[in-house]
C-alpha cells in the first residue's frame, strides 16, 4: 500500500467560500497557538502535557469563550492539537526543533477528515459552506483518507490523499536493466550511459526579476496597500520558481522510471552541503532532497528497485 495525495486548485472562489477558507484557516492557527502557550504553562509548573489532555481543556471551555470555531468544520482545531503533538514528538526524537507559534498569512491551511467532505468529478463538500468547483478531476483510485485546504500566493487548493495499491503501471517496451544517476550543480542529473539533464535552475533565471520587486518592497510604507501588493508580487514569483522546478523534477523522475528497472543514486549528504554558503543556492535550486523523494515513492508505482551507492565509491 502506499499513500499519494493531488494537490488540484479550487476554481474561482466566492467571496463567502474565501471568507469560510480564511476562518477555518484561523480557527486551526488559533489551537494550535493556543494548544502551545498551554503545554508552556504546564511543562513551567512541572507538570507533563499531551496532545489529548490539551485539546480535552481546549474543548471543555470552546463553547464559552470562543463560540466562533463552531462556524467552521471541528476538524480545524481538532487536528491542530494533533500537529501540535506531532511536533513535540519530533522534538524529543531529536528530529526537530521546539515548535514555534504560527503567524496570520504563512502556511494557511485547515485539514478535513474523508468523513467530513464529499468529492465528485469536478466539485467538492465542506460542512457548513457546501460545493466547491475545482478545476481537475481526482487521479488517483483508492481509499480516501483526507483533505487539507491551503493557500499559496493567492490561490487556495485542496490536497486530497488517497491509499493506493502498489501494483506496478506500464513502463516502457524497451526499459533497460541499470541506470547510474549523479547529480550535479551544472547538470541536474548525469547518466550512466552519458546522457545529461540539464535543471531548469528557475530561481538563477527569475532572481533579478525577484531583487527587483524585493527593492520596491522595502520603499513601501508597512502595512500600507502598496506594501501589500508587493508582498503579493514576491509570493507569486515564489509561486512560479516552486512550479517550474516541480514540474522540471517530475517529467525527469517519472522518464527515469518509466525507462530503467534499476536506478543507482548517491548517497548524498545534502544537509551538510547545504552548510557550504557557497553552494547552497545552487543546490537548493536544483531540488536535489525532492529528487530522490520523487524516486523512492514512484519507484512503488512502476516496480522499480532505488539502490543508494556510497557517495566516495
Known sequence: MIILSHK?????????????????????????????????????????????QIKKSFNAIKLLEFPWVFNVTKC???????????????????????????????????????DQFKITENQFKIPKLGWVSVT???????????????????????????QMETTAIKVSENQADTVGVDLGIKNLATLSNGETTEGSKPLKKLSRRLARIQRHTQKCTKGSKRYNRQKMKIARLHYRICCIRQDGLHKLTHRLCQDFKIICLEDLNVKGMMKNHKLAKAISDMGFYEFKRQLEYKSSLFGNWISSVDRWF
Open 136 to 162: 481537475e478531476t481526482l487521479r488517483f483510485s483508492g481509499k480516501i483518507l483526507s483533505a487539507t485546504v491551503s493557500r499559496a500566493a493567492n490561490k487556495w487548493f485542496v490536497s486530497i490523499q488517497v
Open 76 to 114: 480545524a482545531a481538532e487536528q491542530a492539537f494533533i500537529n501540535l503533538g506531532t511536533a513535540f514528538n519530533r522534538l524529543f526524537n531529536g528530529r526537530g526543533k521546539y515548535p514555534r507559534f504560527k503567524k496570520k498569512g504563512q502556511h494557511d491551511s485547515f485539514y478535513l477528515s474523508n
Open 8 to 52: 488540484i486548485q479550487i476554481k474561482n472562489p466566492t467571496v463567502k467560500q474565501e471568507q469560510y477558507f480564511r476562518q477555518a484557516c484561523g480557527t486551526s492557527r488559533f489551537a494550535y497557538n493556543w494548544g502551545l502557550e498551554e503545554w508552556k504553562k504546564q511543562y513551567e509548573l512541572g507538570l507533563k502535557p499531551t496532545a489529548f
